[in-house]
């Protein structure tokens, strides 16, 4: 049988582009793109969509009945900075609409699902350079709280259910066709909208917060290939750490500067510098490496040429 799937969440940030790629590999008729909102004209426009809550057990099941879905992305979850100001909405969200997909695998009615978890899972008790795979994890922001849990649950119903449910620890996620949804690497993409439009930023992180990042093609390539591995090829069932490049705010200024020499930076960290202070710095991700083939193709010099020009052509469209 083909697969049918549907993505749930799928007008973010990362749903977005997850959504035209899979379209492309699998015919538009056969990816479904869901949220509690319309996305971008270009996902809108290039096959089936429909409003759907993630919390909304009995909606999501009626969807997957329609369409006949086979496999799920679930996408939708409220992000690091947000979730600090509603914990218990980010709670409620993030947990409940994993249960319902997790007990749909379970149910037979779902033969794949593919959950994101983060590196918001690791705390400051967590060693901050090379962050093994399996580590101490103590997070102290909600989001992360609620990611470590998830990957429990996941493993959890593989083990004792057989639900083929796989997972990626993604980095700060860099890219230019949608807005970041509330995280706090989001500095690495309005550096390069404020670096075009002003010649200036000023970075709500501090100079030296080191994080781990990933240009979205990347991404969405370590997506796609973890749901198309073998099963016997995913020896872990909580979630894949993944890495690409680590850089500073400062770093990263002066690798704008290469190409736009009179870009200023300043610094005003806020709330957002705990939250990075307490994340690993880089991250070993040897098991995907060993376990599915995981190779990323985007380094520093890389990601931001590509930035700079997709940021430039996206604000020069919009002025026209
Ligand atoms: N972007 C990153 O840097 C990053 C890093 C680590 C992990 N992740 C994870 O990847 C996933 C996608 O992240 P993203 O950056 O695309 O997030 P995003 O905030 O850009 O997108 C989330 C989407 O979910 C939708 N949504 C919110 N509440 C919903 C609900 N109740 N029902 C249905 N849809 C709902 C939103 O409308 C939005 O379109 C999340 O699980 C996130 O935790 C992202």
Sequence with gaps: MADKILIIGACGQIGTELTLKLREIHGAEAVVASDIREGAEELMQSGPFEILDATDEPGIRAVVKKYEINQVYLMAAMLSATAEKAPMKAWNLNMNSLFHILEMG???LIDKIFWPS????????????????ITAMEPTTVYGISKQTGERWCEYFHRKFGVDVRSIRYPGIISYKTLPGGGTTDYAIEIFHEALKNKSYTSFLAKDAELPMMY???AIKATIDIMEAPSEKISIRSSYNLAAINFTPEVLAKEIQKHLKDFEISYEPDFRQQIAESWPSSIDDSQAR????????YDLEKMTSTMLKGVGERLEKSTK
């Design 118 to 133: 983060s590196i918001a899972v690791f705390g400051p008790t967590t060693p901050k350079d090379q962050t093994p795979q």
């Design 106 to 108: 379970k149910e037979g």
């Design 216 to 218: 979205m093609d990347d």
């Design 290 to 297: 060993s376990d599915w083939g995981w190779k990323h193709d």
